[in-house]
T-cell receptor, first 109, second 111 residues
Framework: KQEVTQIPAALSVPEGENLVLNCSFT??????LQWFRQDPGKGLTSLLL?????REQTSGRLNASLDKSSGRSTLYIAASQPGDSATYLC????????FGTGTSLTVIP | DVKVTQSSRYLVKRTGEKVFLECVQD?????MFWYRQDPGLGLRLIYF???????EKGDIPEGYSVSREKKERFSLILESASTNQTSMYLC??????????FGQGTRLTVV
């Protein structure tokens, strides 16, 4: 069964820092890799989808990369802002979605 | 924009009640999913469906059933609610192997 791990579990940074969130998975046979954001008490918001044939995707200050051979994905957030504070989850797609347990990010003003 | 709508944001039900959680998506997605999310346990898949009238058990189907009579609607049923089913319930939809979109979540409390 696919196991997805996210490190670190929690991260606190001052505003303006660049940061990297990590996601690793045990089975390289995932199809897509998707990153989500979740605010407290809310549903998940899709941030970036890296499809099977791609290696990275960018949206604004966010950049996600995928290396299937090593079983890793990273989410890079540039110039962090307090509004980026949330939990970030990654999910690999096989015949279903396999979620990590998330990284809780706090950006301090 | 894809929209996944869950019928309630908050629900309080009594032990033993039959509970229906409804989810509707507007993008003609084949796949629909029900997850529950608990602190420290992450998202756990309850049931999913690849097509109308089709359903597959996820990791924790016990105590739950589902119904998908129309492509856009996927219902989660708690046959006899128990306190250990107090949780956040999240519905999602996607195209086959495509991007997943989630609803806003239903916080269910069973008393």
């Amino acid at each position: 069964k696919q196991e997805v791990t996210q490190i670190p579990a929690a991260l606190s940074v001052p505003e303006g820092e660049n940061l990297v969130l990590n996601c690793s998975f045990t089975d390289s046979a995932i199809y897509n890799l998707q990153w989500f954001r979740q605010d407290p008490g809310k549903g998940l918001t899709s941030l970036l989808l890296i499809q099977s044939s791609q290696r990275e995707q960018t949206s604004g200050r966010l950049n996600a990369s995928l290396d299937k051979s090593s079983g890793r994905s990273t989410l890079y957030i540039a110039a962090s802002q307090p509004g980026d504070s949330a939990t970030y989850l990654c999910a690999g797609t096989g015949n279903q979605f396999y979620f990590g347990t998330g990284t809780s990010l706090t950006v301090i003003p | 924009d894809v929209k996944v709508t869950q019928s309630s944001r908050y629900l309080v039900k009594r032990t033993g009640e039959k509970v229906f959680l409804e989810c509707v998506q507007d993008m003609d997605h084949e796949n629909m999913f029900w997850y529950r999310q608990d602190p420290g346990l992450g998202l756990r898949l309850i049931y999913f469906s690849y097509d109308v009238k089709m359903k597959e058990k996820g990791d924790i189907p016990e105590g739950y059933s589902v119904s998908r009579e129309k492509k856009e609607r996927f219902s989660l049923i708690l046959e006899s609610a128990s306190t250990n089913q107090t949780s956040m319930y999240l519905c999602a939809s996607s195209l086959l192997t495509g991007e997943a979109f989630f609803g806003q979540g239903t916080r269910l409390t069973v008393v």
